[in-house]
């Protein structure tokens, strides 16, 4: 699993183990970006509109200060956090995830196990088809 990237790992980990893996992922935003304020609402809330904002905020400070390192947590929040897509904003969000997917595989180490191959194959061909 360390071998995968984060997005990845976080893809196949998130039914089993969803909450320590939302508080690992606000420990790792609240280290890259210290005290940006969508991290502790999106931390306490529960809704649609939090991570949204949170993933679009970590997008801009990455472009602004040219670290591609913010960009893969903001999709990471919103693959753990995005709801059934119902409009188009959604339809978008979850687009952008599934293309996060497929460009993480497209990396995925030779050694790794074929059970787990086909399971990551499986996810993101899964998450990919969002229309």
């Known amino acids: 699993m360390k071998a995968l990237p984060r997005m990845l790992r976080i893809a196949t980990l998130r039914d089993r183990t969803a909450s320590y893996l939302r508080e690992r992922l606000i420990g790792e935003i609240a280290e890259l970006c210290p ?3 969508d991290t502790t609402i999106w931390a ?11 993933a679009a905020e970590l997008d801009r400070l990455s ?3 040219d670290r591609s390192d913010r960009r893969s947590p903001a999709d990471c929040v919103r693959l753990l956090s995005l709801p059934v897509p119902h409009s188009d904003l959604l339809i978008a969000e979850h687009r952008r995830v599934g293309k996060s997917l497929l460009m993480a595989a497209k ?10 191959t086909a399971d990551i194959e499986a996810l993101v061909w899964g998450q990919a088809s969002w229309k």
């Open 63 to 65: 472009v602004a200060s």
């Open 44 to 54: 306490n809330a529960n809704t649609t509109d939090s991570p949204i904002t949170l």
């Open 107 to 116: 990396i995925l180490p030779d050694e790794l196990d074929a059970d787990l």
């Open 35 to 37: 005290n940006l304020p």
